[in-house]
């Protein structure tokens, strides 16, 4: 019986220092994703939104060339 609790004991002391090092773990990830985040939008308004806008035109673009691929297959 004493050993049973020693054991349920030594495995909640595990499970808890687990948790810790995982939770620090997680609050290292948070930490370096603001400061990734921070630093992008620094980067975006330094250098402008236009980006986005050729991100856009980008996609446009690849959409008409698979739209007048699959028109041209089709013949």
């Not at 049973?4 to 687990?18: G, M, R």
């Not at 290292?28 to 985040?37: L, M």
């Not at 921070?38 to 308004?45: A, E, G, H, T, Y």
Request: hydrophobic share 45%.
């Amino acid at each position: 019986m004493v050993q049973v609790a020693q054991e349920i004991e030594s495995e909640a002391k595990y499970q808890k220092d687990f948790l810790e090092t995982l939770q620090m773990t997680v609050m290292k990830a948070q930490a370096g994703v603001k400061n990734n985040i921070r630093k992008l939008n620094k980067s975006i308004i330094k250098n402008g939104g236009n980006h986005i806008v050729h991100v856009v035109l980008f996609a446009l673009f690849c959409f008409m060339v698979v739209y007048l691929w699959s028109k041209m297959s089709r013949r």
